[in-house]
Each structure stands twice: as structure tokens, then as C-alpha cells.
């Protein structure tokens, strides 16, 4: 796939700031086509611009990818380039605060951007895939795949059932060899994903670090599209985390909580919103959002390292009861 890069035809929803701008950029670095795809107009035309000057050809689609017909819409727009070599479906949204505060309509649309739009992006691309014989479709789902994030439920119901979503996709292209659907599992990203989230807490909101150039992550992108495979993870922590929640769910998802609680307990008050659920942020924001703190990474390694160690023990205290009872 290296040489095809060079004139690959890439949509990219969630196009408009965060990790999609990021990768819109760096595949038109590769003289990739481009179909950048988000609400916002104005921040769209602002990517597009960026990436022709980088020497990329570059079509517009401000869309909302929770209207399927849209998103139809836009496949038969890049189509208008001979065909789509790569999906990367980004869309993502957050709304924070305790499921019973949070109001159902907040849920509701986090489910329907963060898993239904997903689904539309697949639905669309999966035919053309079919048609032309190859393709490859990427979902960005993020840490909150493998692990719950208490306090954002229905952010974590998506998650985890994208994943689901994924796998069941995955197996039912298998004898398809050159149709790859591959997926992505970030740990927090340097975006102003946690800027345009919506807030039902009181509290402002923060990311737990170590937060990752969202540029790691678009090169990481390129990087499964020269070599596919189902699924990579992006920073240490998010295969900690994996890991912990394989070996004691129950423990890092109280663990989790807690620090959650105690976070949002000391954080500064802030006025409740409802972010860019309904409507596109009033500032798109560029790639980065400002909450990278180098020298506060390693206190969150040991913390890290302390919840695996915590899930190990457990995990190990666990098999000894049971082989004590046994015997």
C-alpha cells in the first residue's frame, strides 16, 4: 500500500479539527485525494486549504454523519475521484456527568454520532469496497473500548460497541482478503475534543495525562493503511489499561470511578453545557487543545503501572482461591 498512497482516495469524517485535521495533513503530505467530511463548513474549507497547499487535491462535505443519507451522499462524492481507497470514520462526541444528571437527549445523541455514525460511515463505503475489491474502512474508537469511563455512560456504551461493531464486521468480510477493517484505540490525545465535550458536572474538564500529540496518532493512521491489520493502540497507557481491565474489570472500573470522583471533586466550577452535540463548536480549534504537560507523564506511568499491578494481584490472589478450593 506505501506506493498507493500517492493518489489513494481518503474520506475523513471528524475532519475538522482534533486527529482528523491532523490526518487529513498528513496524508496529503503523501499526495493522497482527499473527501474531508465534518458539520462545520467553515473549519472544513479551513483544513482544505491547508491540505492543498501541502499539494493534495481536496473535496468539502460538510455533512452530519447521523443522517445516513448524507453520508450516501458523500461516498458518491468521492466517488467522483474513480473510486475510495480508505474510510477513516472519526466522529466523536462526549457528554460528561452522572448517567441520572446527564440529560437522556445528551445519551441519545452520543449514541447516535459515536456508534449510528459509524455504522452509516461502514454502510456506505462497505458496497463501494465490494464493488472495486479492496478497501480499507478504520474506525477510531479510543481507550473507552477496553475500558468503561465512569461518568461519561453513554460515551462508554459507544465505545465498547463500535468494538463490537468491528469485530462483527471484520468476520463478515473475512474471506474478502483485500478489504481490511481496522481499528484504532487511542489514549487521550492533545485535541479540543475535551473543549467541545458536553459538561453536566459543574466542574471544568480536564484530560489525565500523559496526553499524546494528536499528530502521533494521524501518523499511526498512514501508517495501518501502508500495512493493515485489525486493530492498533496509540501511547502506553491505553495497553495498560487494556490490560488491567482484561485481568480485574471490576477493580480498575471502581479504581477509575474514583479517581473520576476525586478529580472533578477539586476541579474548578463551570457552567453546565451541551458542547457540540447539536451544533458544530463555535471554534473549530485547530489540531491541538492545549493540555499537554510533559512533566506531569511520568506520575501518570507509575499510576498506570500501579492499577496493573493492582489487577495482577488480584487476578493472582484470584486463581490461588481457586486452586486452593479445588484442591
Not at 27 to 46: C, T, Y
Request: hydrophobic share 45%.
Amino acid at each position: 500500500m506505501r506506493k498507493a498512497l500517492k493518489d489513494a482516495v481518503v474520506v475523513i469524517t471528524g475532519a475538522s479539527s482534533g486527529v482528523g485535521q491532523a490526518t487529513a495533513e498528513e496524508f496529503a503530505r503523501r499526495g493522497s485525494k482527499l473527501v474531508l467530511v465534518a458539520r462545520d463548513a467553515g473549519a472544513l474549507q479551513a483544513v482544505a486549504k491547508s491540505c492543498r497547499e501541502l499539494g493534495a487535491e481536496v473535496l468539502v462535505a460538510p455533512t452530519d454523519v447521523t443522517d445516513s443519507d448524507a453520508v450516501r451522499r458523500v461516498a458518491d462524492k468521492a466517488l467522483s475521484f474513480g473510486g475510495i481507497d480508505v474510510w477513516f470514520s472519526n466522529v466523536g462526541v462526549g457528554a460528561v456527568g452522572r448517567f441520572e444528571e446527564t440529560p437522556i437527549e445528551a445519551h441519545e445523541r452520543v449514541i447516535r454520532t459515536n456508534l449510528i455514525g459509524h455504522f452509516n460511515d461502514a454502510h456506505a463505503a462497505i458496497p463501494v469496497f465490494l464493488k472495486q475489491g479492496h478497501g480499507i474502512f478504520i474506525n477510531m474508537i479510543s481507550l473507552g473500548g477496553f475500558a468503561p469511563t465512569p461518568y461519561a455512560a453513554a460515551y462508554s456504551a459507544s465505545k465498547f460497541g463500535l468494538r463490537g461493531f468491528s469485530e462483527a464486521l471484520r468476520a463478515e468480510l473475512a474471506n474478502k482478503p483485500d478489504i481490511h477493517i481496522c481499528d484504532v484505540y487511542p489514549t487521550f490525545m492533545d485535541t479540543p475534543g475535551i473543549a467541545h465535550s458536553a459538561n453536566y458536572t459543574g466542574h471544568r474538564l480536564n484530560a489525565p495525562p500523559p496526553v499524546y500529540d494528536a499528530r502521533r496518532a494521524a501518523r499511526t493512521i498512514v501508517r495501518l493503511v501502508e500495512h493493515p491489520r485489525p486493530s492498533v493502540t496509540i501511547g502506553a497507557v491505553a495497553d495498560l489499561a487494556r490490560l488491567a481491565h482484561f485481568l480485574a474489570p471490576n477493580l480498575t472500573s471502581r479504581l477509575l470511578a474514583r479517581g473520576t470522583l476525586r478529580y472533578l471533586e477539586r476541579a474548578p466550577r463551570a457552567a453546565a453545557t451541551s458542547g457540540n452535540l447539536f451544533r458544530a463548536p463555535a471554534i473549530a480549534g485547530g489540531v491541538e487543545g492545549g493540555l499537554r504537560s510533559r512533566r506531569r507523564a511520568p506520575i501518570a506511568a507509575i499510576a498506570a503501572a500501579a492499577v496493573v499491578g493492582l489487577a495482577l494481584a488480584v487476578a493472582v490472589g484470584s486463581m490461588a482461591r481457586t486452586s486452593y478450593r479445588r484442591s
